[in-house]
T-cell receptor
Framework: GDSVTQMEGPVTLSEEAFLTINCTYT??????LFWYVQYPGEGLQLLLK?????DKGSNKGFEATYRKETTSFHLEKGSVQVSDSAVYFC??????????????FGKGTKLSVKP | DSGVTQTPKHLITATGQRVTLRCSPR?????VYWYQQSLDQGLQFLIQ???????AKGNILERFSAQQFPDLHSELNLSSLELGDSALYFC?????????????FGPGTRLTVT
């Protein structure tokens, strides 16, 4: 079945460092891909999305490109801030087999940014 | 604020009991999804309703059930609770079902079974 694999955390960076969180997926067809962020004690917030191959999603300085050939959707940010400390989830929107767009999540990557 | 509300925020109950979690979707959204977040299983899809009808089921136990009412709010019922049911339960809403489908999450209900 469909699945998402993302890099294990935690990831600890200094402020202004470059961030990459790897995400790869296995899916039937061409699912939509998402990154969600969960701040401590809160629900999930949609960070960015991409709906077809070569699409680049971007928001708040974060970017991710839908790569069909490598089945990847890596999250990047050029200069992280302390306020970016959170857990980041890669997800795909399941298609087919009776699915109705429910999300399949990776296990999450905890990011801590130190001043 | 996503516009999705969930009550209660916290729930503590004993094994064997039954609880009901409530979710109100964003205004205009017809689809409600329920997810469970636990340390060992991560985030898992439980069940989806669209405009009052069940549309998809994920890893939902037989002890769990849900429904969506005419005003589109949804309730998740958990019965014969076990210690392993302790988790964060999220609902999410979206306008449509299937396809390109942005989902907006509520703040969650933290269930503790003692």
């Amino acid at each position: 079945g469909d699945s998402v694999t993302q890099m294990e955390g935690p990831v600890t960076l200094s402020e202004e460092a470059f961030l990459t969180i790897n995400c790869t997926y296995t899916a039937t067809g061409y699912p939509s891909l998402f990154w969600y962020v969960q701040y401590p004690g809160e629900g999930l917030q949609l960070l960015l999305k991409a709906t077809k191959a070569d699409d680049k999603g971007s928001n708040k300085g974060f970017e991710a490109t839908y790569r069909k050939e490598t089945t990847s959707f890596h999250l990047e940010k050029g200069s992280v801030q302390v306020s970016d400390s959170a857990v980041y989830f890669c997800a795909l929107s399941a298609l087919g087999g009776g699915s109705q767009g429910n999300l399949i999540f990776g296990k999450g990557t905890k990011l801590s940014v130190k001043p | 604020d996503s516009g999705v509300t969930q009550t209660p925020k916290h729930l503590i109950t004993a094994t064997g009991q039954r609880v009901t979690l409530r979710c109100s979707p964003r205004s205009g959204d017809l689809s409600v999804y329920w997810y469970q977040q636990s340390l060992d299983q991560g985030l898992q899809f439980l069940i989806q309703y669209y405009n009052g009808e069940e549309r998809a089921k994920g890893n939902i136990l037989e002890r769990f059930s849900a429904q969506q009412f005419p005003d589109l709010h949804s309730e998740l019922n958990l019965s014969s609770l076990e210690l392993g049911d302790s988790a964060l339960y999220f609902c999410a809403s979206s306008f449509r079902t299937g396809g390109i489908n942005e989902q907006y999450f509520g703040p969650g209900t933290r269930l503790t079974v003692t």
